[in-house]
């Protein structure tokens, strides 16, 4: 009889440690995906301050002196000479010259595009934070019996 029990035992420790597997797949994958979220809306961000610096940019009076920015926390002064065209990096280091009404477009599109990519994320993450809770109740139940 002894032996019998054993062999239970034995199968619900495997049937824990099967399910609890699961729940650490089920919570990296959750981690995974709420990373991915929180750079999506950083780049969303900054899309949209770059909209409001061309829009700026767009209502100085030329020629004007301007800062560039040269990246992280360095610039340069600049004679803005035309502030009705902006070189805008298309895809892949590809850079072309588009009017500003031009480029607010592109813009405007990336973030509708981030708006698509982070409502599938919401809809992942959602099924997954299901899948945890069933995990949980079933590592519960498990460990009951």
């Known amino acids: 009889m002894k032996e019998q029990e054993l062999k239970i035992e034995k199968t619900k420790e495997e049937k824990l440690k099967e399910e609890y597997i699961k729940y650490r797949l089920l919570r990296d994958r959750l981690t995974t995906l709420l990373s991915q979220k929180s750079l999506l809306e950083k780049n969303m961000e900054s899309l949209k301050e770059t909209i ?85 109740k079933r590592i519960i139940e498990i460990s009951k019996k």
């Open 52 to 136: 409001e610096t061309i829009k700026s940019i767009s209502r100085v009076k030329i020629p004007t002196e301007i800062f560039a920015s040269l990246g992280n926390d360095a610039y340069i002064k600049v004679d803005l000479k035309d502030n009705k065209n902006i070189l805008v990096n298309i895809v892949a280091g590809i850079i072309l010259e588009k009017s500003i009404e031009d480029a607010l477009k592109i813009f405007e599109a990336k973030i509708e595009d981030l708006k698509k990519l982070i409502e599938e994320i919401n809809k992942q993450v959602e099924i997954f934070e299901k899948e945890i809770d069933l995990s949980e």
